[in-house]
């Protein structure tokens, strides 16, 4: 599977043979041992994503729509093809991957039903048969935009429920915003965007504060992230269970680990489950990624659980995510948001 990931490079493949490659990839990859996947999961998921959106391109290109049957047939032929190859890949190991698969798909319905509205329409018709050629093109359109506007939302889902890049949410974002404009309305109500920090910038002074009582393995593994030798740190997160590192920093090493190594969403999921909410830095990665990512519900989690915590750390953070989850108050979570807005006005004061 390797080297059908170098494939993907290729650019004489024909749409078909990428698709040939996808249905290969999606069932080889994740049987490769932790090692391999670890290796090539940045440059497959980068490769693959451009790949996906390469066949979507192409499609309109390669695949155009005229007015007559035969054509619209041979497009939607394709286009269910694409659908049910790049399907395997929706509930894929790595979420980016997923959410990539689900928002490429989609995007190639819309440009169907753009593609179809934009064909002029036949000459010399009578009122009637205008009327009837419109409203044939509606009927048609129809359920290709239900297709569309629900592969949309579970791309913006799977992006919430378990995190992206920052950079990825961008556009599936503003896609999903497009058709969805009463739920971008209620979603965007009191949000502002925090400050995002890389979790190698967020948790790595940390594991300088335990490097300098420890050396060994974690001097080496500092060593290969600040030279950006990412292709050292499988090796690292394969030696780390044999370590004596505590566990908050062996949770640290992994997430700085698995972001290098082009997996953030698995380095955010790896943060959570811990749950080590006593952590200022931890709390704080977590809280800013959920609302830079717009997941309310665990935006609202993590402010219940770590409350005091940020307060203390971070309470212009903790103030930005409060005005937007707007989360149910508990008498402790009460406390922390009085305590923030004596601080706020202290500073005003000043």
Known sequence: SLWAVAALNIESLSIKQRLNLFEFLAKAWPKQDEFARLSTAKVFGQLLSQSFQHVRQGLSKQVPIRLNKQSISRRTDY?????????????????EIRVSALFEVARAYRDLIQEL??????????????????????????????????????????ATE?????EQMTTIRQAYFASHSDKAQDLMEGWTKPQIRSLKAALLPKIEEIRNQQQGL???????????????????????????????????????????????????????????????????ALITYSVALLAK??????????????????????????????????????????????????????
């Not at 286009?79 to 979420?95: G, V």
């Not at 010399?124 to 359920?143: F, G, M």
């Not at 780390?240 to 090493?253: I, K, N, Q, Y």
Request: aromatic content about 8%; proline content about 5%; some cysteine.
């Open 117 to 158: 509205t934009a064909l002029p329409a036949p000459r010399d018709l009578s009122a009637i048969e205008q009327q009837t050629y419109r409203k044939t093109l509606a009927e048609l359109t129809e359920p290709l935009s239900h297709k569309c506007k629900e592969l949309e939302q579970q791309a913006f889902h799977a």
């Open 162 to 166: 378990r995190f992206i890049s920052p």
């Open 218 to 284: 974690l001097s080496a593994w500092t060593e290969a992230i600040a030279t950006n030798r990412s292709t050292l740190l499988p090796y690292f997160l394969h030696s780390l269970p044999s370590t004596t590192l505590d566990e908050g920093a062996r949770l640290r090493v992994r997430a700085v680990s698995l972001e290098a190594l082009g997996q953030v969403s698995h380095a955010l999921e790896e943060l959570e489950q811990l749950a080590l909410w006593d952590q200022p830095d931890i709390c704080e």
């Open 79 to 95: 286009i269910k093809r694409f659908d049910n190859t790049l399907s395997q890949f929706f509930e894929f190991p790595i979420n």
């Open 297 to 350: 519900e665990k935006t609202r989690k993590y402010l219940q659980a770590c409350a005091d915590t940020l307060s203390q750390s971070s309470p212009e953070l903790m103030a930005i995510a409060v005005t937007w989850a707007k989360p149910v108050l508990s008498q402790n979570l009460q406390s922390q948001l009085d305590r923030v807005a004596v601080v706020s006005e202290r500073k005003e004061d000043k």
